[in-house]
């Protein structure tokens, strides 16, 4: 019976398929209502540097008082990389402390430290050509997660994979009022959590930098999270069918 459909007709049967299966399932539950907005503290500025490499390699950093120079890679394939060496003679320490085989892989690289900006752009350029890195590609359905950032997170949670993780819609379920209601307080603590952290805070700007997040990405998850409904869900997974679709085609 669809056989002569087309492939944007079909998306658009999709699309409306999942909003009507949301609200019957809301509407059936009682569970219509609107949820409140969760009362947030906004999260701190961090002051980060932003640049790309001539290869195309992202790179933030920031640059503060410590004897050390602390790295923080993201990359392909689950790639992590998280080095501290000293900030003086930093570039024999590098040396010495960067692994001798090379990742060959897309990331994206965070640097801490008291190094200049020139310095911080040289152990970068270092690090990118001894370890192979590459540009990171731009994905599809980027721009459904910027506008459904808590939609998007839903997911991503239920997969055990990162926030900033480009998310996936297939096999998980689609939240209640309950459901989004406990999700949103654990996540928001959460992820004030690891921003206050000055551990965490680098490996958060090497995850920004490789999946090529604007710089108030997680900011923007944060306070979205904070006011977002149930529905988001839906819309984000609607959001990224449409644009698959529409590659597909």
Same mark, same amino acid.
């Given at each position: 019976?669809?056989?002569?459909?087309?492939?944007?007709?079909?998306?658009?049967?999709?699309?409306?398929?999942?909003?009507?299966?949301?609200?019957?399932?809301?509407?059936?539950?009682?569970?219509? %209502?609107?949820?409140? $907005?969760?009362?947030? /503290?906004?999260?701190? @500025?961090? =002051?980060?540097? &932003?640049? +790309?490499?001539?290869?195309?390699?992202?790179?933030?950093?920031?640059?503060?008082?410590?004897?050390?120079?602390?790295?923080?890679?993201?990359?392909?394939?689950?790639?992590?990389?998280?080095?501290?060496?000293?900030?003086?003679?930093?570039?024999?320490?590098?040396?010495?402390? %960067?692994?001798?085989? $090379?990742?060959?892989? /897309?990331?994206?690289? @965070?640097? =801490?430290?008291? &190094?200049? +900006?020139?310095?911080?752009?040289?152990?970068?350029?270092?690090?990118?050509?001894?370890?192979?890195?590459?540009?990171?590609?731009?994905?599809?359905?980027?721009?459904?997660?910027?506008?459904?950032?808590?939609?998007?997170?839903?997911?991503?949670?239920?997969?055990?994979?990162?926030?900033?993780?480009?998310?996936?819609?297939?096999?998980?379920?689609?939240?209640?009022?309950?459901?989004?209601?406990?999700?949103?307080?654990?996540?928001?603590?959460?992820?004030?959590?690891?921003?206050?952290?000055?551990?965490?805070?680098?490996?958060?700007?090497?995850?920004?930098?490789?999946?090529?997040?604007?710089?108030?990405?997680?900011?923007?998850?944060?306070?979205?999270?904070?006011?977002?409904?149930?529905?988001?869900?839906?819309?984000?997974?609607?959001?990224?069918?449409?644009?698959?679709?529409?590659?597909?085609?």
């Amino acid at each position: 019976m669809l056989n002569g459909l087309s492939r944007r007709s079909l998306n658009v049967i999709i699309i409306g398929s999942m909003l009507l299966i949301v609200w019957i399932k809301l509407r059936n539950s009682g569970e219509d %209502a609107t949820l409140e $907005p969760l009362t947030l /503290a906004p999260l701190p @500025a961090q =002051q980060w540097q &932003l640049w +790309d490499s001539s290869e195309g390699v992202p790179l933030r950093w920031q640059t503060l008082r410590s004897d050390t120079l602390t790295i923080a890679i993201s990359g392909a394939e689950g790639y992590r990389l998280h080095l501290s060496i000293p900030a003086e003679n930093w570039a024999s320490a590098l040396k010495d402390a %960067a692994p001798s085989l $090379p990742a060959a892989r /897309a990331a994206g690289i @965070a640097l =801490q430290g008291p &190094l200049s +900006d020139e310095d911080m752009r040289s152990s970068a350029a270092w690090l990118i050509h001894h370890l192979q890195l590459k540009a990171p590609l731009s994905r599809a359905g980027q721009q459904c997660q910027l506008s459904y950032p808590a939609g998007a997170y839903w997911f991503n949670d239920q997969t055990n994979a990162s926030w900033g993780t480009p998310a996936p819609v297939n096999g998980a379920a689609l939240p209640d009022n309950a459901q989004w209601a406990g999700f949103r307080e654990a996540a928001t603590r959460s992820l004030r959590k690891d921003w206050l952290s000055p551990t965490r805070s680098i490996d958060i700007q090497s995850e920004l930098a490789y999946h090529r997040w604007p710089e108030n990405y997680l900011q923007a998850l944060y306070q979205d999270l904070g006011s977002a409904q149930p529905d988001s869900a839906a819309l984000y997974a609607a959001c990224i069918h449409s644009v698959t679709g529409r590659i597909a085609h």
